[in-house]
């Protein structure tokens, strides 16, 4: 299976990879563990059975390896059902540059052990 995007390209400005860890997020005043899907600099995807609604905004929660914890603001993009759960793409609000030298860094870093294993 590729580790390229597993999602339509549609309008990205930003390169994605596979992001298969444990995040969090916060909507409603209530705090749920979700499964990564992808990462990139404009934002994040997530698998959820919890419904959002259009343009909902969220905070997310996630770690990235060999970096940093974060806790972005978010708005949701677009999402897709999947048999009972939806996957959710969600745009950064407003992220430091940190965060995207480091989101930038771990895709550089899954890109390259994808062409090595290749």
Same mark, same amino acid.
């Given at each position: ?18 992001? %298969?860890?444990? *995040? ?6 209530? #705090? ?6 992808? *990462?990139?600099?404009? @934002?994040?995807? !997530?698998?959820?059975? =919890? ?6 905004? +969220? +905070?997310?929660?996630? !770690? +990235?390896?060999? @970096? /940093?914890? $974060? ?10 059902? #999947?048999?009972?759960? $939806? *996957? =959710?793409?969600? @745009?950064?609000? /407003? *992220?430091? +540059? ?5 989101? %930038?860094? =771990?895709? &550089? ?8 294993? &290749?």
């Amino acid at each position: 299976m590729s580790k390229e995007s597993v999602l339509p390209p549609s309008r990205r400005k930003f390169p994605r990879k596979v992001f %298969r860890k444990k *995040i969090t997020f916060l909507c409603r005043g209530k #705090a749920t563990v979700v499964d990564g899907v992808e *990462i990139g600099e404009g @934002g994040i995807s !997530f698998k959820s059975d =919890y419904v959002l609604d259009d343009n909902q905004q +969220i +905070i997310v929660n996630f !770690f +990235i390896s060999e @970096g /940093d914890f $974060f806790s972005v603001r978010t708005t949701l993009k677009n999402k897709v059902q #999947a048999n009972d759960q $939806f *996957i =959710y793409g969600v @745009g950064f609000d /407003d *992220i430091s +540059i940190a965060l995207k030298r480091q989101i %930038r860094a =771990y895709v &550089a870093r899954k890109s390259s052990t994808q062409f090595e294993l &290749a």
